[in-house]
């Protein structure tokens, strides 16, 4: 099942731009494919698709992606919790583990 977001709530940013050398950390650890790297640049491709999971916060060695961390774990949590599953956010090391 894909899960959708409220489109235009995402807390995702990038600040200074311009330190960015396009090191590619944030396209490797976001689960939703939100960035992509352009000119050697990050560029956010689909904010409305961040489930603030705050993974390329963590892994951005220049400090310029900022995004209110946690929000779209609990949502997987909750909806876990609902369906009875285990909660599915794709912020663990594999990919597959859940918050």
């Known amino acids: 099942m894909k899960l959708e977001y ?3 709530v995402a807390t995702l940013s990038m600040s200074d731009v311009s330190k ?4 590619g950390q944030c396209v490797n ?6 960035f992509r790297v352009e000119n050697g640049k990050a560029v956010i491709r689909n904010k409305d698709a961040c489930m603030e999971c705050g993974a390329c916060k963590k892994n951005c060695p ?4 900022d995004v209110k961390e946690g929000v779209g774990c609990a949502a997987a949590l909750i909806y876990g919790m609902l369906n009875k599953t285990a909660p599915q ?8 583990g859940c918050c």
């Open 6 to 8: 409220i489109k235009g």
């Open 29 to 34: 650890v976001c689960p939703h494919n939100v």
């Open 89 to 96: 956010c794709g912020c663990s090391n594999d990919g597959k």
């Open 62 to 65: 220049f400090g310029i992606i």
């Open 20 to 23: 960015c050398t396009g090191c």
